[in-house]
């Protein structure tokens, strides 16, 4: 544990030195999500390869970029891609980025996916707002020894996304009138491969409104650190388990990208009111 610690706080001098001032809002861009990265003024552009200890995403549709900027008016630091339980990380190794950020002061993160749906009254291209999650990933971010600077040995989950963010969220959602915004509960499951009929009816019976491969462990990460948090998933299919059909990544990438200006305009609304 002692060698990780090292590594983040290396990765965080490292990082502080190209801030231009201290981003006041986190943001995780998912699957598809990527494009809001090119709204950033005055970005600072650093490659997760330059960052010394950082992941490397193998995912193509990650483009994996720390982005120093702003966005609304606010200071951001914006991760433009993510890492994955299913690409061979523990989830102590996906969620560095976040420790680091958390690290380096930012008080508030917005992480958003692409997601599966599975309340039946979702369409595709819903946009939930996260209240609850379920974490079937078959690893906790904080297991082994834990930093007491970091945050406590037993975080409190009784609230892991924020209801003021969440309210806001939605306001401004009503505000610029954008449709299909929901919230619901989202389930982590590690992937790689896709929800069979079985395990879709299981996952409806345990109480989640979308599935997905991400996010939890980054915001168990998060509420450890102090961090306030919002996220967002996209819905890019419905899944029905009486009637499944092929679940293809294009087809997600591509659904996500079609809700992706809609989403855009809610986090660029959003960020103002943090």
Sequence with gaps: MERYKQRVEEAVRFLRKKMVEVPEVALVLGTGLSGLAELIEAPVVLP???????????????????IFGRLSGRPVAVLQGRFHFYEGYSTRELTMPIRVLALLGIKNIIISNSAGGLNPSFATGT????????DFIPDNSLRGPNVDEWGPRFPDLSAPYDLRLREATLA????????KVATGVYVAIPGPSMETPAETRYLRQCG???????????VIVARHAGMRVL???????????????????????????????????LLLAVLPEI
Excluded at 52 to 59: D, E, I, L, R, Y
Excluded at 127 to 134: A, F, G, I, K, P
């Design 48 to 66: 997760y390869e330059e960052i010394p200890n950082f992941p490397t995403s193998t995912v193509v549709s990650h483009a994996g970029n720390f």
């Design 127 to 134: 946009l939930m707002v996260l209240r609850d999650h379920l």
């Design 172 to 179: 401004c959602a009503a505000k610029e009138q954008i449709d």
């Design 208 to 218: 989640a409104d979308a599935v997905g491969m991400s996010t939890v462990p980054e």
């Design 231 to 265: 996220a967002v998933s996209v819905i890019a299919n419905v899944n029905d388990p009486d009637n499944l059909n092929p679940i293809i990544l294009e087809d997600i990438i591509e659904e996500t990208r079609r809700a992706e200006e809609r989403f855009s305009r």
